[in-house]
């Protein structure tokens, strides 16, 4: 009953800008971390920008400096701003949240594409 919706892909010039949106639906009683990961077509899916509960946050060293994750608690939403992409963004970009419904457990989205033109 709790669902994950990735929006916010496309197709962008090399330089551009996206923000992706991860918004949760359904019987929600708290959601604590929440984490972006990416795969590009034959590759592993990597973590990519991680929030806790309390809004601290990590990522990792190929998107610092360029990705924001945060989140609205009130919209039990999390997005992802990602400033200068570059050809190598290129992935489906998935959600991945720890959401307490009648237990406590990992939801992924159905992801979103991203696709950046050089």
């Known amino acids: 009953q709790v669902q994950l919706v990735e929006s916010g892909g496309g197709l962008v010039q090399a330089g551009g800008s996206l923000r992706l949106s991860c918004v949760a639906s359904?019987?929600?009683?708290?959601?604590?971390?929440v984490r972006w990961f990416r795969q590009a077509p034959g590759k592993q899916r990597d973590l990519v920008a991680f929030?806790?509960?309390?809004?601290?946050?990590n990522y990792a060293e190929f998107v610092k400096g360029r990705f924001t994750i945060y989140r609205d608690n009130n919209a039990n939403a999390v997005y992802l701003q990602m400033n200068s992409l570059t050809p190598e963004d290129t992935a489906v970009y998935y959600c991945?949240?720890?959401?307490?419904?009648?237990?406590?457990?990992?939801?992924w989205g159905q992801g979103t594409q991203v696709t950046v033109s050089s």
């Open positions: 991945n949240a720890d959401i307490l419904s009648s237990g406590l457990r990992a939801y």
């Open positions: 929030i806790n509960s309390g809004g601290a946050t």
């Open positions: 359904g019987s929600i009683l708290r959601i604590d971390a």
